[in-house]
């Protein structure tokens, strides 16, 4: 796994290379220990690209026990540990409006709970402005680019955390 800070000023960000499954977890486990509650973290990539992956080291970080897999079919699955996990998986949606009924106004922003959101395309404009959104691609059979990217002062704060947490590679 190699990480190098990009340097906006304005969005800070970081883009990472893993080479496994397990190296994906670790980058999210550690951003998930960086969490205090309240985040908004947004996934995007292609089938595949370790979304799913990326959300169950997060949920190691949050303290959560129970294993997690993609709310594919129920769209909304939550978990406990030391912050809630919120994990959305808009895939099977259509259009944005499609998404009101899953409470999303509640679950953004929510104290004591982090919200993870696959397919964040499917939202309206709710998801914008204070968050982080992670691009995931494919670099070879188990090798994928982590591209994150923080919006607003909680998020920016968010990822300086994470960079203190993953250290120098």
């Not at 188990?142 to 607003?152: D, F, L, Q, V, Y």
Request: proline residues 5%; charged residues 20%; aromatic residues 6%.
């Amino acid at each position: 796994m190699v990480g190098q800070a990009d340097n906006q000023d304005s969005a800070p960000g970081i883009r990472f290379a893993s080479d496994s499954p397990e190296a994906t977890r670790r980058l999210a486990r550690l951003l998930g220990s960086a969490c205090r509650g309240g985040e908004a973290i947004l996934l995007s990539g292609d089938l595949g690209a370790g979304k799913t992956c990326f959300i169950q080291g997060l949920a190691v970080g949050l303290g959560i026990r129970a294993p997690v897999s993609s709310p594919t079919f129920t769209l909304h699955a939550q978990y406990a540990g030391r912050l809630a996990l919120n994990h959305l998986d808009l895939y099977r949606l259509d259009e944005p409006a499609q998404a009101e009924p899953l409470g999303l106004s509640e679950l953004l922003n929510a104290p004591g709970a982090v919200l993870a959101v696959e397919w964040p395309e499917f939202l309206a404009g709710e998801a914008a402005g204070d968050c982080l959104r992670l691009f995931l691609s494919h670099g070879g059979e188990n090798e994928r680019g982590i591209t994150a990217a923080a919006e607003g002062e909680r998020h920016r704060g968010l990822v300086e955390r994470w960079r203190d947490l993953i250290g120098p590679e």
